[in-house]
């Protein structure tokens, strides 16, 4: 990944610089479908918050090892990825964090879809 530094572990309620582990690096070595390249190295997915929006994101796949790993997507990049090694830390990770996410990738899609039924375009600059 490009830009500034995006790849974290989180153990015992912190976020801490890292890098990917290696199932990851080695499935995403290639270009291509993330979900194909990750479920064919053997991570199972877990759950994608807002997946289907084209806006904001969270992709969540439990490594072969028992590992997760959370992806967190703009409408145009990823732009965290996050990688826990034991369920005490993903459940913490998940009630403080990917809680709070998703409630705001939820609101934002329930506004995009309210402004379509409403006629108005989302981009658009009131007069």
């Given at each position: 990944?490009?830009?500034?530094?995006?790849?974290?572990?989180?153990?015992?309620?912190?976020?801490?610089?890292?890098?990917?582990?290696?199932w990851?690096?080695k499935?995403?070595?290639?270009?291509?479908?993330w979900?194909?390249?990750?479920t064919?190295?053997?991570?199972?997915?877990?759950?994608?918050?807002?997946?289907?929006s084209?806006?904001?994101?969270?992709?969540?796949?439990?490594?072969?090892?028992?590992?997760?790993?959370?992806?967190?997507?703009?409408w145009s990049?990823?732009?965290?990825?996050?990688?826990?090694?034991?369920?005490?830390?993903?459940?913490?990770?998940?009630?403080?964090?990917?809680?709070?996410?998703?409630?705001?990738?939820?609101?934002?899609?329930r506004?995009?879809?309210?402004?379509?039924?409403?006629?108005?375009?989302?981009?658009?600059?009131?007069?």
């Open positions: 990944m490009t830009g500034l530094h995006s790849d974290y572990r989180f153990s015992e309620g912190r976020w801490i610089k890292a890098e990917a582990p290696d990851f690096a499935a995403l070595a290639k270009d291509g479908d979900h194909a390249l990750l064919r190295a053997g991570a199972t997915a877990v759950d994608n918050i807002g997946g289907d084209g806006g904001d994101s969270i992709e969540i796949y439990e490594g072969p090892a028992g590992d997760y790993a959370i992806i967190f997507r703009d990049k990823c732009i965290a990825r996050v990688f826990i090694d034991n369920i005490a830390d993903y459940l913490t990770f998940r009630s403080k964090v990917i809680a709070s996410q998703a409630v705001l990738i939820m609101e934002a899609e506004h995009f879809h309210w402004q379509k039924e409403k006629g108005r375009g989302v981009f658009k600059v009131a007069s």
